[in-house]
C-alpha cells in the first residue's frame, strides 16, 4: 500500500496552480501526532509499505522525514517535492530513498512562468544531483493551456535526468479555461504524435518511460484498475501532519476523503464512482481522479467535457494495443517490461 505522508502545510514556492502554502488551520506546519503512532498504525495494515513524504513542500520539514525514516520500516520511500530544497534533507537519508518526484512544467519559460524564475534550472540541478545518488527520478508536470504537450515532454526527455515522465492536467480544480479548444487544436494532436514516438522505440525494444501510456497500456495486461490509479482511498492513503487518514492528499477540507486517524481507519470498498459502472474504458481509468469526480468545480458541463477528452486519450492508447502484443509475439518486447504499478510510484496515469 501507499502512504502519503504529509510532512507539513508549508511551501517555499507560490505556483500559480496551487497558490503556496495551505492555511496553518487546515492542513498544520508542524507534526502533531507522535510518530510511534505512525509506526503503529502501518505495522498493523501494512507488511510492504511504500512511503512517499508529500506536502505542501515537503522538505520544509526534513526534521520530521528524518524522524519517520529512522522509526518505520518501508519496503519504499520516496518524495513528492517542487525540487529547489534538496540540499535540506542530509545526504544519508537522500541515499536510502528510492524515488523522487519533481515538480517540472516542461521547457524552462513554461515551468519558470508558472513556478517561479530560476525553479527549472535549480530542478535540473537537483534531478541530477538525486539521479547521481541512484535515486530513481520522476519528473511530474503539470500541463496548463501554455503547454504543448509534445514538445515538454520531449523536452524533459531529451534532458536524460529523468527516469520517467508523469503529467497531470490542470483542470477541475483551477478556474475554468477554454480547455475545449486547446485539447482540440494542441493537447490531442501533440498527444498522437508522442505516441507515435512512443511506439517507434517500443518497435525498437526500448520502453519510453511515460506514465499516461504506460500505465494504461499496463491496465491491459494486468487486468486493470479498480478505482482511479492512484489508488486514492483503497490501495493509497495519506496522513495529514495533525494525524488524520484521507483519501486524497487534496482533499484536506473535504468530509468525504476522511477514512480516520492515526489510531484506525477504514479503507474505500468500492472506489469507482458511480457514473463510471458501465463505461467501457473503466479498466483503464478507474474513474480518473476521485477528487474531480467528487468535487466538480467546472460543474457537470465541464466535468463532461474533461472526461470526453479523456476518453479520447485512453482511446488513442488502446488502440496501439494490438500492435503491442504483436510486438510482445514477435519477441521484440517481454511483457513485463510493460507493467507498471502506479502506487510504487505515487503517480496518478490518467492526466
Ligand atoms: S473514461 Fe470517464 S466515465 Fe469512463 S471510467 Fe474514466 S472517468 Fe469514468
Ligand atoms: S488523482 Fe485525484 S484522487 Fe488521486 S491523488 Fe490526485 S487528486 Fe487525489
Not at 508529500?54 to 525514516?69: C, D, H, S, W
Request: neutral net charge; glycine residues 8%.
Amino acid at each position: 500500500m501507499l502512504w502519503l505522508v504529509m510532512t507539513t502545510g508549508k511551501c517555499n514556492l507560490i505556483c500559480d496552480y496551487c497558490g503556496g502554502s495551505f492555511p496553518k488551520d487546515v492542513v498544520s506546519w508542524q507534526s502533531k501526532y507522535n510518530v510511534l503512532q505512525l509506526k503503529q498504525v502501518i505495522e498493523k495494515n501494512d507488511k510492504s509499505p511504500t512511503i512517499i513524504f508529500y506536502g505542501g513542500e515537503p522538505l520544509m520539514n526534513p526534521k520530521f522525514i528524518m524522524k519517520v525514516m529512522d522509526t518505520v520500516r518501508a519496503s519504499r520511500w520516496g518524495i513528492q517535492t517542487n525540487g529547489t530544497a534538496v540540499r535540506l534533507l542530509p545526504e544519508s537519508y537522500w541515499k536510502r530513498m528510492n524515488v523522487a518526484l519533481l515538480s517540472v512544467d516542461g521547457r524552462e519559460d513554461i515551468t519558470d512562468k508558472h513556478r517561479g524564475k530560476g525553479v527549472f534550472r535549480a530542478v535540473i540541478k537537483n534531478a541530477e544531483y538525486l539521479k547521481s545518488m541512484g535515486i530513481e527520478t520522476i519528473a511530474r508536470m503539470a500541463v496548463t493551456k501554455d503547454s504543448d504537450i509534445y514538445e515538454e515532454v520531449m523536452h524533459l526527455i531529451n534532458l536524460r535526468v529523468f527516469d520517467k515522465i508523469h503529467w497531470q492536467l490542470n483542470v477541475i480544480w483551477s478556474e475554468r479555461w477554454d480547455f475545449e479548444n486547446w485539447a482540440e487544436n494542441s493537447y490531442l494532436p501533440g498527444l498522437t504524435k508522442l505516441m507515435d514516438f512512443f511506439m517507434e522505440n517500443l518497435k525498437e525494444g526500448k520502453v519510453v518511460k511515460i506514465i499516461p501510456f504506460l500505465g494504461v497500456i499496463s491496465a491491459h495486461f494486468t487486468g486493470g484498475y479498480r478505482g482511479s490509479p492512484c489508488g486514492a482511498g483503497y490501495s493509497s492513503i495519506t496522513v495529514t501532519p495533525e494525524g488524520r487518514i484521507l483519501s486524497c492528499p487534496i482533499a484536506v477540507r473535504e468530509k468525504w476523503a476522511e477514512l480516520g486517524s492515526v489510531n484506525g481507519f477504514r479503507l474505500l470498498e468500492d472506489p469507482l464512482p458511480d457514473y463510471c459502472k458501465s463505461c467501457d474504458l473503466n479498466k483503464y481509468c478507474g474513474g480518473r481522479c476521485l477528487y474531480a469526480s467528487n468535487e466538480r468545480y467546472w460543474g457537470d458541463d465541464g466535468f463532461q467535457v474533461v472526461d470526453s477528452v479523456n476518453k479520447r486519450y485512453l482511446r488513442l492508447v488502446i488502440s496501439k494495443i494490438p500492435e503491442i502484443e504483436k510486438l510482445i509475439e514477435g519477441g521484440v518486447l517481454s511483457k513485463e517490461d510493460l507493467i507498471y504499478d502506479p502506487v510504487q510510484d505515487s503517480t496518478e496515469v490518467i492526466p
